[in-house]
């Protein structure tokens, strides 16, 4: 292969020799470090065949990389006219990749960016950003590269760079840091684990296939490589082997997409699902408890390896409801949490009139909305706030709180509602002489304590705490969807075409990913941000005004940015978007379809969501609105208190359950 290079030489512009000298000096460092890993894999019998598996496929997967490098030189040095014909041999590479993104994705989801990153700049928004601040990542890759090809102006160095940092992150799959996960059967289900949810919420969406012609084809691909490495792996470690039923059940998965068309806008995804990969997924997570499967990678951070479902709404966890109650086990003490937590949220105590509680704008009977207008008033009772109320239910699927992800906990976004002066206009000074001048809220808070060691005294860390604690528990009932994918219930057929549009042609799937159909996908570390060029109002005569996530992360890319919410029981939730400014699904969908802010002619240079119509027909769009209604959840709503807690001051006994506004 290097001498094939080598002869290109005399061909090669001066302009590009030092860098394909460049190039070339690492591909004779991969082939060397390749053949030390091999040698060395070769000693270990146990894994001996599944690593070298392994190996061989990731280093096919390089040498079509250096073959598309090798034509995309020659093209800029020779006729830069042929890159525009350079898809096919993209579709190689992408084919070779999704023959081991079984492992590529889990072992090292950093370096996978670089490989296959869907957008060429990201501010990651993960779960680490609790402990650290948002950080840019370049995306680089196949995806670019073929998107890159379809630009009026080919950018041919930019071309070369991204396959190149592509074949450099390829290295870093070959360091012991990774090969010596092999060795194990660990990391196994776990990869399998991931497998299994992106075939859910991502491979067969388009999400990061910019060919839709290629997502089945590459799916079929995909199914078909990774039985090899389940043969591979049953080979090498019998112990712990898949066994023959999970073998025989995806088998029939790889059949029945087989048997669909080629066209993802005609592929039966929920049958897929709840048929064939929701039922490997139950198999995986009982044989991750058989097997006793340990986990060390932060891919891991969110899941939970007790859930039995992937609709089961403990699949991953976004949030603490319980804050600073969060060691508390015994259900009686949780139970007066809860008690005490719902007092609070109907308590006007909390605001600095003591007219206004939480369920002024959260009202509990309409999914914890508020349904006065586009937005709620504001605390002076004559102006409305900027932004809608968002629901409450299942908010807690979230890594980051608020439309413009300012908060990382529900506690402090409670918190900073209840002290915002345009909002409850209160102090956490104020809030806490008030609510203890109340005997029933002292006393109880004051049992309490002991249960958070780390606190001498009652603080508005425990009233925020037990206040999300109470409203977090209506996140946990299931809509017909789930009960269909369960096998519990029978989904009318309207909704499951419906549902195959929206992981489709309809490109929603794309943004707001299965299970909660909101910005968080696979493995569920992450919150998505988009830009849809969101209009003041209907005339669509300008933008909003909201900079949203660019008021807590400056850059180009988080301008007029917004956290993706769930469309669970959005038929309850209206008006949509950030403020208000879409009264029904109807409109919002047409919104959609006719390309978002920049499809009406709203200059914005930075939207997410395609310019170009879906062109739904109306059938297809009274089938949206039916799976959408399928999300609609069975919560049982709770009656408000009879009455709140009586204060030692005459005067706050005044007040009204649930506030005068």
Not at 49 to 66: D, F, G, P, R, V
Not at 397 to 422: R, S, Y
Not at 434 to 452: E, G, P, R, V
Request: hydrophobic fraction near 35%; glycine fraction near 4%; proline fraction near 4%.
């Amino acid at each position: 292969m290097c001498t094939s290079f080598l002869c290109l030489e005399n061909s090669i512009q001066s302009i590009y020799y030092n860098t394909f000298m460049k190039k070339l000096q690492i591909l004779v460092v991969c082939t060397a470090v390749m053949a030390s890993i091999t040698i060395s894999f070769k000693n270990n019998n146990k894994s001996d065949l599944y690593a070298t598996h392994y190996l061989e496929k990731l280093n096919q997967y390089q040498s079509q990389q250096i073959l598309l490098l090798q034509t995309i030189i020659k093209a800029q040095a020779q006729n830069p006219d042929e890159l525009k014909n350079l898809k096919a041999e993209i579709g190689l590479v992408r084919k070779q990749l999704k023959g081991i993104d079984f492992w590529l994705r889990y072992l090292e989801p950093t370096q996978y960016k670089s490989l296959n990153g869907p957008l060429p700049v990201e501010w990651e928004t993960e779960v680490f950003e609790k402990f650290e601040k948002p950080y840019k990542r370049e995306g680089a890759g196949v995806t670019l590269a073929y998107l890159a090809l379809e630009e009026p102006t080919i950018d041919k160095e930019m071309l070369s760079m991204l396959i190149q940092k592509s074949l450099q992150a390829t290295e870093v799959y070959k360091a012991d840091s990774i090969t010596q996960h092999l060795n194990t059967y660990h990391h196994f289900y776990l990869c399998n684990r991931l497998f299994l949810l992106n075939l859910t919420a991502i491979y067969t969406t388009g999400f990061e296939c910019p060919d839709t012609s290629q997502v089945i084809p590459e799916l079929n691909h995909m199914l078909t490589e990774v039985d090899n490495i389940y043969g591979a792996f049953n080979e090498s470690f019998p112990e712990q082997a898949l066994p023959s039923h999970y073998l025989e059940l995806y088998r029939k998965t790889i059949s029945f997409v087989s048997q669909q068309p080629k066209d993802y806008s005609r592929f039966d995804h929920f049958t897929f699902l709840k048929d064939y990969i929701n039922p490997l997924f139950v198999l995986n997570q009982k044989l991750i408890l058989e097997y006793r499967v340990v986990s060390k990678s932060n891919v891991d951070y969110a899941l939970n390896k007790r859930s039995t479902s992937i609709f089961d709404k403990s699949l991953y966890h976004g949030q603490n409801a319980k804050g600073i109650f969060h060691r508390v086990k015994d259900e009686a003490v949780l139970a007066e949490i809860d008690r005490l937590g719902k007092l609070l949220f109907y308590d006007p105590l909390l605001s600095g009139n003591n007219q206004r509680s939480c369920a002024s704008c959260h009202q509990p009977t309409e999914y914890f909305t508020d349904t006065n207008g586009r937005t709620a008033l504001q605390f002076d009772r004559l102006h409305t706030l900027e932004r809608n109320t968002p629901s409450l239910i299942n908010v807690g699927f979230n890594h980051l709180i608020m439309l413009d992800g300012e908060h990382i906990t529900l506690q402090n976004q409670t918190k900073a509602v209840i002290t915002n002066p345009i909002e409850m206009g209160s102090t956490e000074k104020q809030i806490i002489e008030k609510i203890l001048s109340c005997n029933d809220y002292k006393q109880s808070f004051k049992k309490l304590l002991k249960h958070t060691p780390q606190e001498s005294e009652i603080t508005l860390e425990h009233l925020s705490s037990a206040i999300t604690h109470y409203y977090s528990k209506f996140s946990n009932y299931y809509a017909p969807f789930d009960d269909a994918m369960d096998r519990k219930g029978i989904l009318d057929i309207s909704a499951q075409r419906g549902f195959n549009l929206f992981m489709s042609k309809a490109q929603c799937a794309t943004c707001h990913f299965v299970p909660q159909f909101n910005g968080v996908k696979p493995p569920y570390i992450g919150s998505e941000f988009e830009v849809l060029g969101v209009p003041s109002d209907l005339s669509f005569k300008a933008l909003s005004p909201d900079l949203g996530r660019h008021k807590i992360n400056p850059a180009t890319e988080t301008h007029r940015a917004f956290r993706t919410g769930s469309i669970r029981n959005a038929q309850h939730t209206k008006p949509y978007m950030h403020n208000g400014s879409f009264p029904d699904l109807k409109t919002l969908i047409d919104f959609y379809d006719g390309g978002g802010g920049a499809g009406r002619g709203l200059a914005i240079d930075n939207q997410t969501l395609s310019a170009d119509s879906l062109h739904l027909s109306i059938q297809e769009k009274v089938d949206l609105i039916a799976f959408i209604h399928s999300l609609d959840e069975k919560v049982i709503f709770e009656k408000p208190p009879l009455g709140l807690p009586i204060s030692k001051s005459s005067v706050f006994n005044q007040r009204k359950v649930g506030g005068d506004y």
